[in-house]
């Protein structure tokens, strides 16, 4: 079967989920959505999707089935409950779990449907809302590389820069890591700007020669300017959710008995934020708690 001809499910209509089932809409592809919130199904109704009641109403109308949720207990409530997924879907179909979650959660719901003879896929994304609109994430694949290449037109149409990163559960490693080090950049930089800023050097300058130099990092030359440095703080990727990716990294260096050292202080410095009341906040408020440490601004 053609890859527009086949049926596409989605579950999970969020901040991410509406723009991303828009953009296979616009690409050909038959869609029926399911929330538990029924205001953002509004939009998807209109531009031709058909909207599901339940779970299972969504997975009997889908070949493939495209799952984002906020963490790993609801992919997993989703995918194995007692009305979920798993109890509805028919063999030689396809789940692909975009939610960044657990890679041991991930391996776990793939073997689950593997024994039912399902192909499961964990196709996390990187690159926020703006992005997700513009069809341009990064996504990051785990799982059978056959169905993998099956379902690329599906990735394409959602993003940019897609990656096969190997077995089931790599997707999420590599989603985890790619968040650990972004959260890793964005304090490091807000230290490093205050530090200068405190030092007497101008603001505009020194985000300037660093960000042509060595010390060069997506915070300072993207994430910073398009929010923090502005002194806009409005999500954006939340402070809740920088620090639900950053207890992922913590739990999967757990299970894998290393040491994260640069990782652990700064998700300490999360759970800070979270209880400073900032929880709802972009991500990149950390610029603030260095500014208030060193009693300077961090503006253009």
């Not at 069809?135 to 990051?140: D, F, Q, V, Y």
């Not at 007497?200 to 993207?222: M, Y």
Request: charged fraction near 20%.
């Amino acid at each position: 079967m053609p890859a527009q001809q086949k049926r596409i499910g989605f579950i999970g209509i969020g901040t991410m989920g509406k723009p991303m089932s828009l953009n296979l809409i616009k690409a050909g592809y038959p869609l029926a959505a399911y929330d538990i919130n029924p205001k953002p199904l509004e939009e998807l109704k209109t531009k031709g999707a058909a909207v599901a009641e339940s779970i299972r109403e969504v997975v009997v109308q889908s070949d493939i089935l495209i799952t984002m949720l906020p963490k790993s207990e609801d992919v997993e409530k989703v995918m194995l409950g007692e009305k979920g997924v798993l109890a509805g879907i028919k063999k030689g179909s396809i789940v692909i779990d975009m939610s960044t979650i657990d890679a041991s959660v991930s391996r776990k719901i793939a073997q689950a449907f593997l024994a039912k003879e399902v192909n499961m896929l964990d196709a996390p994304v990187s690159g926020g809302y703006l992005r997700a609109e513009a069809g341009t994430l990064s996504i990051m694949v785990g799982g059978d590389e056959g169905v993998y290449q099956e379902c690329l037109d599906i990735f394409k149409a959602m993003g940019k820069n897609v990656f096969y990163c190997g077995p089931s559960g790599n997707g999420a490693v590599v989603k985890i890591a790619n968040n650990l080090l972004g959260a890793i950049q964005a304090a490091a930089t807000a230290e490093v700007l205050s530090m200068g800023v405190k030092a007497g050097v101008d603001f505009r300058v020194l985000t300037e020669v660093i960000g042509a130099s060595s010390g060069t990092n997506d915070f300072i030359k993207f994430a910073g300017p398009a929010k923090a440095f502005k002194g806009d703080f409005e999500p954006g990727f939340t402070v809740d959710l920088m620090y639900k990716d950053l207890s992922l990294a913590m739990t999967l260096a757990k299970e894998q008995g290393v040491p994260l050292l640069m990782g652990t202080l700064t998700h300490q410095m999360y759970v800070y934020l979270k209880s400073s009341g900032l929880e709802k906040r972009d991500f990149s408020v950390i610029v603030k708690m260095f500014e208030d440490l060193m009693n300077v601004k961090l503006r253009f």
